[in-house]
């Protein structure tokens, strides 16, 4: 299939008409700074992994859903690609006013992109709230909830509490870079 048939795939199912399904396609193309004329017809294997990874985006978006689920959408995006993707993905929820759940276990991925932010330990949500009050509650709390839900984390109890307790709440940066600093030397 091509971009074109992959992105229109189903509003094509809903009975959408072509004129219709390719004015969607370029208009979500252009959203994420993709030339339609030149991408649309090619076929995804001609294409970078980020520009994959948008075209999986504006493939949720083309049937206008009124809730989008998104499941580590930039995980496999390399980090300087991820932060463009992430910053246009900003600018489409904000133009297309969309609710979107995003499921990530990247905390500063969170942050950026969410609204509100539900903390899972276990299956059960330990804290949910704005990504500025969940820090300015919680800040060591949150760090070490982060470090352990990760299932291959293989990292020093100690070395990781002790990096989290030396910052604060107005530190949070510093303390989830610790912790990745953490998780790469330990694991």
Not at 27 to 42: G, P, Q
Not at 81 to 91: A, G, P, T, Y
Not at 129 to 144: F, I, M, N, W
Request: charged share 30%; hydrophobic share 40%; aromatic share 6%.
């Amino acid at each position: 299939m091509t971009i074109e048939e992959n992105i229109t795939v189903v509003p094509r199912m809903l009975g959408w008409d072509k004129a219709r399904c390719k004015q969607r396609a370029e208009e979500l193309m252009e959203m994420v700074a993709l030339d339609a004329r030149k991408f649309l017809h090619r076929f995804p294997k001609e294409m970078s992994g980020g520009q994959q990874q948008r075209i999986g985006v504006i493939r949720a978006l083309a049937a206008d859903p009124p809730v989008l689920l998104m499941d580590e959408p930039f995980g496999a995006v390399d980090p300087i690609n991820r932060e463009v993707i992430q910053n246009q993905f900003l600018d489409m929820q904000r133009k297309l006013k969309k609710t979107v759940m995003l499921v990530s276990h990247d905390i500063d991925e969170a942050l950026k992109l969410g609204d509100r932010i539900a903390v899972f330990r276990q299956g059960r949500i330990v804290q949910c709230a704005s990504p500025d009050e969940l820090l300015a509650k919680t800040g060591q709390r949150v760090c070490r909830i982060v470090c352990w839900s990760g299932q291959n984390v293989k990292a020093s109890a100690t070395g990781l509490r002790r990096r989290c307790y030396r910052s604060t709440a107005n530190d949070y940066r510093a303390a989830f870079h610790a912790v990745k600093r953490s998780v790469r030397h330990y694991g």
